[in-house]
């Protein structure tokens, strides 16, 4: 990358345009100028993580997985119940 192209965009989209490239930068305003954007801790949703979770859950690998997807293990327990329920009474 060149110092021109780094020196482009003012503040925050400028550090944005060193992770996704010019293009997505513009996108990126287009959709969200004038908006307060905070990025939630969790990337991926409760539903879709325990969902993933019962998918790849082989009776002894639930440390490996609250690692993968940064919750306890604890917690992770309950995903998997909830979501086996749901899918328990949905079918």
């Known amino acids: 990358m060149n110092n021109e192209s780094s020196n482009k965009f003012a503040g925050i989209y400028n550090d944005l345009e060193e992770l996704v490239g ?5 996108q990126i305003y287009k959709k969200l100028r004038g908006q307060q954007v905070s990025f939630p801790q ?3 949703s409760a539903e879709y993580v325990a969902k993933q979770v019962v998918e ?4 002894e690998n639930l440390c490996e ?4 997807y940064e919750y306890t293990e604890r917690h992770l327990r309950k ?5 086996i329920e749901e899918e328990i009474q949905g079918k």
């Open 79 to 83: 995903l998997m119940s909830q979501a």
């Open 56 to 59: 790849e859950f082989n009776g």
């Open 65 to 68: 997985l609250a690692r993968k």
């Open 42 to 44: 969790r990337l991926y």
């Open 22 to 26: 010019d293009e997505n930068v513009y």
